[in-house]
């Protein structure tokens, strides 16, 4: 068989669908339905129980997909391991052969191929805990809700019921466990096709704290809403959702067109996108990363520098320019120590909208993107 049967064999093997199990995406819109439409169905007086269905049908329409999408633009963005790392397998002479002294860098990418026959196999683990959204917190997510236009005046406020409001501190926890198996073919000396298969875990845990701000109690001293059982105005709502399955699929070309004192090669990486939007495992779209990529060895020393462009068509997500920086260093035989430096920049300020802040989403517009105001 051929080296190019064999890429192509390797890739439709890894390429098979595994199944997932719930729905993370619901977790938000449960979160809001409980919060706004069932648990204050219960008033103090009882006629006050649908003045946040509004409130409620906004959230699901605008703000659980802007939160979906963040968090699946955190999970699908996982950094893959090198084409070169490790021991590759010479399939014309039948045995594992090393191609460079050392084992290779981590996420970064060196100039090298692995020369036609030659195969690369592995897999690796990554846990990723997300902490912040664009310069917020995820533990400091705070929401509010405002009361129906009752009065038909079309200015919120006007009575004295209207200006009670309903804040919502999301104390989000995000956990992801990335299980990637990946394999390289070198189709010819200059020439290596890869696949990777991620397998994602990922889990949402925290303990939301709604609390009502009460301007009917503070000016008649009786609330005009409140939660059941004790008619109180605060009240947490526990959730832990979690999901496994098949992510965003990469399909990786690499070419080497320079080797002297250098090696200076180019990579082209697909994310195509049979993984399950629901879960989280899937941004929804397809993207791609180009990137430029320089290495020098000086015997079981490498260096490295990759430049990249990565297209990301995500809701609530910027195209990229992408940077590696690292070297490797063979220790002993079997023993590699890498250090790496990774880092991004936003190239479309308009699309990356920056949470650091206070905006209200008002709209989506026909691309997706978010017609907001910073307030």
């Known amino acids: 068989m051929r080296p190019l049967h064999r890429a192509l064999a390797f890739i439709g093997v890894l390429l098979l669908p595994t199944p997932v199990s719930a729905q993370l995406n619901e977790v938000f819109e449960d979160l809001f339905n409980r919060l706004l439409t069932e648990d204050l169905s219960f008033s103090p007086n009882g006629r006050h129980g649908r003045h946040f269905f509004d409130a409620a049908a906004q959230a699901n329409d605008r703000l659980t997909p802007a939160l979906n999408s963040l968090i699946a633009n955190a999970v699908t963005s996982f950094p893959l391991s090198s084409t070169v790392a490790g021991i590759t397998f010479d399939f014309p002479a039948g045995q594992p052969v090393s191609i460079r002294e050392s084992l290779g860098p981590i996420f970064g990418e060196t100039g090298e191929t692995l020369g036609e026959g030659k195969l ?19 533990k400091d997510i705070r929401l509010a809700f405002a009361h129906q236009d009752v009065g038909g005046s079309g200015v919120l406020g006007d009575r004295l019921d209207e200006s009670d409001v309903i804040d919502l501190v999301l104390d989000l926890g995000i956990d992801v466990h990335t299980f990637v198996m990946f394999a390289t073919m070198g189709v010819t000396d200059a020439l290596d096709i890869g696949v990777a298969v991620p397998v994602h875990h990922v889990r949402l845990s925290g303990n939301a704290v709604a609390s009502i701000d009460s301007h009917t109690e503070e000016q008649t001293g009786n609330p005009d809403h409140a939660f059941p059982p004790d008619s109180g105005l605060e009240q947490t709502i526990p959730y832990d ?10 399909v990786r070309f690499k070419y080497n067109f320079y080797q002297g004192p250098v090696y200076l090669a180019t990579l082209l990486d697909f994310r195509i996108v049979p993984g399950d939007q629901d879960d989280f495992m899937s941004s929804g779209r397809p993207s791609f990363k180009l990137s430029a990529i320089g290495s020098k060895q000086f015997g079981g020393f490498t260096s490295h520098v990759n430049v990249g462009y990565d297209r990301r068509p995500g809701l609530l997500d910027s195209d990229e320019f992408e940077f590696v920086v690292g070297f490797d260093q063979k220790v002993a035989t079997g023993l590699t120590f890498a250090a790496e430096l990774l880092g991004e920049l936003d190239l479309d300020e308009n699309e990356a909208v920056n949470l650091d802040g206070t905006i209200e989403i008002t709209d989506f517009d026909a691309n997706d993107q978010p017609l907001g105001t910073r307030v």
Do not use: I, K, Q
Not at 121 to 137: H, K
Not at 244 to 249: A, C, I, N
């Open 241 to 250: 959702e979690s999901a496994l399955g098949v992510g965003d699929l990469a």
């Open 120 to 138: 690369n196999v592995g897999f690796n683990y990554t846990r990723m805990n997300p902490s912040a959204f664009r310069g917020l917190a995820t």
